[in-house]
């Protein structure tokens, strides 16, 4: 192959991580693509197969890796989404890393900027995404996992329209932290978030109006976020109960 530079190093799974990640990233291996063997591997690094798993289990753990198992099987590379980027700060939440007080301080400095330059970008292509979005917080919910996709649809929507795709990738991210507290520590959801709340950022998105579609997301999120950072309390506790 020649892709690679044998590992001389004490922390040598690691380095054959970085090298392996690298490779991904620049596009050596594309998505969809199947890793060399470990036998491959181990003779391109010249360290030993338990090395070699090392680096490949951390790779499966990044999400840059999918292991299959039968004929056929080995380790194959995944489309990178975005929803890597949500499950890593999931991960961070889970752990108590980050708490919920500083997600809702970012969502209120990064939202309203998202919103405003939705109202900006919008054009008549996104007019059917954003209406279909808002008119499903009033169809009737067939579950709770249901009625938080429907709630955070206009969010997603706006994320998408904004034309940035790093805000997208924290917006995403942040949501889906909000939806594990509310999946698991609201007893009444309705008390918390309901149907056409984002009728009026909606309605200055499609008007044009940027600083007023700001000044509404922030009006919206400072409400949610008093109640959701207590809520954050309730989870804490539950969770240590679980796992007790």
Not at 51 to 61: D, G
Not at 93 to 118: G, K
Request: proline fraction near 3%.
């Amino acid at each position: 192959m020649g892709f690679f530079i044998p590992i001389k190093t004490s922390r040598a799974s690691e380095d054959v991580f970085s090298q392996l990640k690298g490779a991904i990233l620049s596009g050596k291996f594309q998505s969809g693509s199947k890793l060399p063997s470990e036998r491959e591997l181990t003779a391109e690094f010249q360290v030993s197969r338990g090395v070699i798993r090392e680096a490949i289990r951390m790779l499966e753990l990044s999400g840059f890796l999918a292991i299959r198992q039968g004929h056929g099987g080995g380790a194959y590379v995944t489309d990178l989404t975005l929803s890597h980027v949500g499950n890593a700060f999931l991960d961070l939440f889970q752990t108590n890393t980050l708490s919920m007080a500083e997600v809702s301080q970012v969502r209120l400095f990064i939202e309203p900027e998202v919103a405003r330059l939705a109202a900006l970008n919008f054009n008549p292509s996104h007019l059917k995404r954003i209406e279909e979005a808002e008119a499903g917080e009033y169809i009737e919910f067939k579950s709770l996992t249901d009625r938080i996709a429907r709630l955070t649809a206009v969010h997603k929507v706006l994320a998408d329209i904004c034309g940035n795709l790093f805000f997208e990738a924290i917006v995403r991210s942040m949501l889906k932290i909000t939806a594990e507290v509310v999946m698991n520590a609201v007893p009444d959801p309705d008390s918390l978030h309901g149907s056409g709340d984002h009728r009026a950022v909606v309605d200055a998105v499609k008007a044009g109006d940027a600083p007023r579609a700001a000044a509404e997301m922030a009006l919206h999120l400072r409400g949610f976020s008093t109640e959701i950072v207590e809520l954050e309390k309730v989870y804490r506790r539950k969770i240590a109960r679980e796992s007790s």
